[in-house]
């Protein structure tokens, strides 16, 4: 080999051993940096439902009328609207309009589609205490109602929020307990909560029952509201000690 190529050698080789040195220890914080950010972990889904006594009634009432012509069938349902909507405007309620129709009727009986009148439906809706429904649907009756569509027994906004923040705060509770529970069964302990997502939730009003009663001297509506249930759901991860 020639003398003069040793010195060239020796620095090419150098810088392979740095370089391979220099590789050696950028590796060594890379992996600890990696290995730091794993977490022992433990997801749980927790679930509560709440009870409690309706403080609102939804009640829906209807006008309904037949007429030979669009005109007499309209023309009979705005009467006894009116009459209607007065009677319970006087009576302190706020009514609603909630549905109207006017549409014919046609007898099929024969070879041909015959028109016999039409009919004209215009529906109310108001709210009321669980303990006035009754006295408030006999008002409608008295005064032109002639179909009671539904008596609704349910929560006030504020009553809802209220049984809501019960139910999210018992969801949150049985979520550590599940998690509680099968980490003490891996002889772990749950820590702190690392993340948190709120379920869609439930609500389930009460549609109240209509009892009338049988004296001589004329029944009144009286009902029998059960209790309306607020639901909520979670789902929790922790971090597992």
Same mark, same amino acid.
């Given at each position: 080999?020639? !003398? ?26 890379? =992996?600890? $940096?990696? #290995?730091?950010?794993?977490? !022992? ?14 403080? @609102? ?21 705005? %009467? ?8 319970? /405007?006087? $009576?302190?309620?706020?009514? &609603? /309009? +909630?549905?109207?129709?006017? *549409? ?9 589609? *015959? ?8 529906? @109310?809706?108001? &709210?009321?205490?669980?303990? *006035? ?8 009756? *008295? ?5 009671? =569509? %539904?008596? =609704? ?11 809501? $923040?019960?139910?999210?705060? #018992? ?19 749950? #820590?702190?909560? @690392?993340?948190? =997502? ?15 009663? %049988?004296?001589?001297?004329? #029944?009144?509506? /009286? ?11 979670? %789902?929790? +991860?922790?971090? @597992?000690?």
């Amino acid at each position: 080999m020639d !003398n003069r190529l040793l010195p060239a050698l020796l620095v090419a080789g150098m810088l392979v051993l740095a370089g391979c040195a220099g590789a050696t220890g950028d590796a060594t914080p890379l =992996q600890t $940096a990696t #290995g730091s950010t794993d977490t !022992n972990t433990i997801t749980s889904g927790g679930s509560a439902t709440v009870s409690a006594a309706p403080d @609102l009634a939804v009640i829906g009432v209807a006008v309904e009328v037949r007429g030979d012509t669009a005109e007499a069938a309209r023309t009979q349902a705005a %009467t006894q609207v009116d009459q209607l909507r007065s009677a319970l /405007t006087d $009576a302190g309620y706020e009514v &609603e /309009t +909630t549905a109207f129709r006017l *549409d014919p009727e046609y007898d099929y009986s024969g070879d041909n589609r *015959d028109l016999v009148g039409y009919r004209a439906y215009h529906a @109310l809706s108001f &709210e009321t205490t669980p303990d *006035d429904a009754g006295a408030a649907v006999d008002l409608a009756v *008295d005064n032109g109602a002639t179909a009671i =569509q %539904t008596v =609704q027994f349910t929560l006030s906004d504020e009553t809802r929020a209220e049984l809501r $923040a019960e139910a999210l705060a #018992g969801a949150v509770e049985d979520a550590r307990g599940s998690a509680e529970t099968v980490a003490g069964a891996a002889d772990r302990s749950v #820590g702190t909560e @690392l993340s948190m =997502q709120v379920g869609s939730g439930g609500y389930q009003p009460y549609d109240g029952r209509v009892a009338y009663e %049988t004296a001589d001297a004329g #029944g009144s509506t /009286t009902f029998e509201p059960g209790s309306v249930t607020v639901s909520a759901s979670v %789902t929790v +991860t922790y971090e @597992l000690q």
